[in-house]
């Protein structure tokens, strides 16, 4: 058997061995974004900070950030370039992380489950320290609350507090001692670390009757001994905003006074008050360890506070007010000064001012005004400052900012440094959109009108450059090369003209609009990830409410309008796309659904001509959630087509001509739904539409219910995926002994994957489920049960045409034969019960009883790599084969020839005649994993969560783009580029041989002509 | 959650979970944690998984008794695939580690027992990229069909002085052989295949035979040779 298998492996790689990347390829045909995540900045401790290795002795800082994506990262503050990144499991959350020195230290996990420390300058882990199970961490809103890091003084110790009640003390990767709290009745929960020489002092709340009451524990550095405890007179009513723990002090709010109690080992301390005026908030501005914090007094201005020997003193009022836009930061230069900034927003100028203050240079103060651009950028939710001063009198800040549209800026002073757009890493839907061809600005428009004589004169001036023409074009005859199929699909933008985006020759520039959860949409160039445009979906009638926030409902973005829809002037009219979104805010509980249309090559509103500059106005459509959105596509109109909770259908246009259009196919729309049942389960049920009509023209439309998919109890449905519809080349596959399988064309056909329900999850016959069915009628096409996996059913799963291809997990090994691992199915369906078998099941009813007379063919290899997404090739015609792309875990794109996965391939014997005429290899369980088939090459392409395919103009190519934190755009020829000519053509060799021959011509004629006249002579 | 919960007695119930510790040598194929980048050696489908530090080692955190294959997820690099048993006795679970090649059955277990803790090294770099062919004028030359060419250029201005120094009844012969051809040609472009075929597996048979037979006393006439053999094989 393994004899057998080598020489079909070798010729499996020899046969997918042909289609692979040249190295020079590389980043010409493909690009990748590495992207961090957007920060997250609802705490403190995960959000962007500035920080300078002290050991480095130099000026420049680094930003390091956790991300909402999960990623630990550094970035250059100069360029924006990410210096190393450290991407966290999704399970593993970061809750918080410290730096000090030439380290950084994180907390992941509920509780604060696992420590890990890296290296600040190159990312690399230097610890991973699993501290409780993350089944046993606290559970409790918001997850960093209850953990904390620190660093000793001088020594390289770190302390970590996790689960709120636990402190560890780490030297050099190993526990030196741990210190648990005692007490569990008296529910005190520890939320900081202070570290000094003498003592490490915990902090924590004790709850009491209606507040809180600070509870501080001094422990022993070297042996974690308990050397003070003690609570602290004091009544915090709103638990942890309005502590903060200094250098040597625990600072609070009670009562709008501010009070204050020095930590020292015994804990003997009294608290005092600080004799001024009345506050409402404290904000920690990061500069504890100089002891200053920033106090919002009742009336509105901020204060900045610092303690000098003991005391607390106001050491500057700022000017502006402070309202919830505004933002307070501090920041340290590189001789360690503490300098401190607000930023403020004004809501009714719009203007973003600056104030910078060094409590050091008294008296010194910069202020300016940020040209900060909120129609691009939303509002700012976070920031950070670095001081980069050159001369101690001249204060140059550093501001990073955070926006509300997911994106990271630096601005030094007025300048703007860089932008990172990384709401790029958290795309809910991606549409390709093919470009119009270039419009030659120079010819055209003046032409019509210029007479006989005029042109004359025109084409006469043209003669000039004749002979450099002639020259051009016999050396671009003799060596040029052609557009190959691998060449560069960017073209330079003419500097004079702006010009929208046109294609290339092969349609492989096209844009890709995506739009993300923050509410913004992106136009991105496919031939090099360009942004060529980006829009702020606006919020609508919600603008006036706290917290308006707009989500684009994912995976709801169409295509109206393609550049074949499109006539005459493409100024006027490019290719459209609509797109759906859900207005929430914190003060009602309803949601909006707005639907914005706009133009796919400039990203303008496509019904209203508007200042160009705000958000997209979107159109109302209702205030009822939906339940799903469809586009439904005639000859010559597209309408998008939604359906409300109460089934109710919506049309966009909503005009007369989609309303004929709705009401004709109406009778024959079918659509399944997910519905929750009143147990809780979710169902999957089968609608088609009905009409009531209030008068001669009032048609209302509504779903209604006709048939529901019955599952095994405790099963719900998990996700419901409509299969690709592309063209079908052929309708059957003719076989080697000239019989023919015809295809199973069921145009109905969706794919159901369900999962236990939560509840009975622990059921010993718990199981995941994949069905095929047909969704007029509801019957079962296919199904197959799949054993679970981790915790959750995680199979992927493709279908097109016929054609199937599902990916799980399979734990089973103790059987014979079996095996643990990653297995990969492909199932291919074939009218009728044998060969020649023929039902047209394309076209018959789904009502008649032959669509259920198929044949599934299957197998089953194992694959040696979990994967995140799988997605299948599509090409214009549908002729070319189609390959299997898969995003693996390990950050790899990775194509299968269909070939491989044929399950027609004969099993434990060698392909006879006929076999090896379709091209069928003998059956190998083993799944080769050919790394010249990885065409992500050396990108670590992390967290892929979704595959696009699209069509270019070349049948043989088709458009990859996977999305998930990062973003990576390649071509695929899944059966070679048969439709250009081979790259590998050698142009220079047939010139030589043509002129090769013509000198062989030359020299031979006269030989042959002598030859031949001395025949006639001698004959 | 109630997973969550449920896993936790289970761990509870099965007695102490143990620590899956391991190495990663450094080799030649792989020299440092730079070039491998970041790793992570997980058990089945990342049930459990430790993360490869800068030193290469690499712990697996609170596994429960059972059987389980670890891989190594890394982005350049192959690794083995091992197969972990970590068994309950009195006090002290123990590992054990077993070479286990991908799409075999588990059982039964193969008998050579690894080391613990583990050592694992890098197997081999992927190569992402293909070659590209690149043209240089000596590869051309090489190409049969380059050859064949050259060769029949060659022959077409040699031909005239070789036919001129052979001797008479040699050239006779030739002409013969080539009104064989010819005719076969002529008949098979003709379409008549059937006497096209046959004149020309004559031809050929007329050209082989004597080739086939070399006799160190060849006598020059053909015919003669030709009914001596048909006589023999009688």
Known sequence: MRLHAIPVSLLTLWVTCSVALHESDAGVVDWHKRLIGVPNTESRHTSPVFHRAVEQKSKQSIVLTATRSNVMAAVDPLDGSVLWRYVYEPEDNIVTFQQQGSVVASLSGTGGATLRTFNMLSGEPLIEKRLHEPETGLLIQPNNLGTFIAFGNKSHEIYTLTNGRIVNCFHNGEILWTWRAQDHSSQILYSTIQTTDDAVYVVGLASSFASYVLHVVALSPLTGEVLASASVPSTISNGLDEFLVLSDMVVWIEKSSIKSFALSPSLSGRSRTLPAASYEKLVNIGLGSHGMFIAVGTNGFGQLIACEDGNLVTSKNFERPSTPESFYAGGLDMHRNPYVSHVHVSTTTKFTAVEIFSPHLQGLLAEYILPWDMNTHGTITYVAMDVVNSDPDIILGRLLLTTSTGSVQIWQRESHLWTREEGLAELNAAKFVELPERVSGLTGEGRSEEGFVGRLVRQIKDVKDLPSYLVRFSKRFATGSYESATSSASVLPSPSVPQLPFRDAFGFRQVLVASTTYGKVYGIDTSNGDILWNRVLGVGSKAHERGAKVTPIPDKLFVTKTVGDVDGDTLKAGPEIVLLAKITSEESASEDILLFHLNALTGQDAVKVLAVDGPLEGLFVTSRPIQNVYMLQSDEIKVIVLLDSDLKVYLYPDDTVSKNMFAKAATTLTVPLTQVSQEGQRKLIGHQFGSKSYTEDEMEHSAFPTWTLSLPDGQDVQSLITPIRDPVASIGKVLGNRTTLYKYLNPHMVLVLTAPHSSSALNPNAHCGLYLLDSVKGSIVYQVALPIGRKTCNVKAAFTENWLVYHYYDDEHQGPGQTKGYKMVTVELYEGKEVDDKTRSSEISSYSDKMLDLTAYEQSFVYPHAISAIALTSTKFGITSKDIIVANVNGKIQSFSRRLVNPRRPVGRKPNSEETEEFLVQYDPLLPDDSRKVFSHNYDVAHARFITTSPALLESTSLVFVYGLDLFLSRVAPSNTFDVLNESFNKVQLVLTVIGLLGAIFVTRPMVTRKKLREKWYQ | ?234
């Open chain 2, 1 to 234: 959650m109630a997973l969550q919960i449920l896993q936790t007695l289970v761990l509870l119930f099965l007695g102490i979970a143990v620590d899956v510790k391991g190495r990663i040598s450094w080799n030649d194929v792989c020299r440092e944690y730079s070039e491998l980048g970041r790793s992570r050696a997980v058990l089945d489908d990342e049930k459990f998984s430790g993360g490869i530090l800068k030193d290469g080692t690499f712990i697996i955190p609170n596994v429960p008794s059972g059987t389980y294959l670890l891989s190594v997820i890394s982005h350049d690099y192959l690794f083995d695939q091992l197969r972990i048993d970590v068994t309950e006795s009195e006090e002290t679970p123990t590992v054990e580690a077993r070479p286990y090649i991908p799409g075999t059955p588990m059982n039964p277990p193969s008998t050579v027992l690894l080391t613990y803790p583990l050592k694992l090294s890098a197997r081999q770099k992927f190569d992402y990229f293909v070659p590209r062919e690149s043209f240089n004028i000596m590869g051309m030359l090489k190409s049969p069909m380059i050859l064949m060419m050259i060769f029949a250029g060659g022959m077409v201005l040699g031909m005239p002085y070789l036919m001129k120094n052979m001797g008479p009844e040699s050239l006779e012969e030739l002409r013969k052989e080539q009104a064989k051809m010819s005719h076969a040609q002529s008949a098979l472009q003709n379409g008549d295949f059937r006497s096209g075929m046959s004149a020309l597996m004559e031809a050929v048979s007329g050209q082989d035979q004597p080739s086939s037979q070399p006799s160190p006393q060849a006598p020059r006439t053909q015919p003669a040779t030709k009914s001596r053999g048909k006589g023999k094989r009688r």
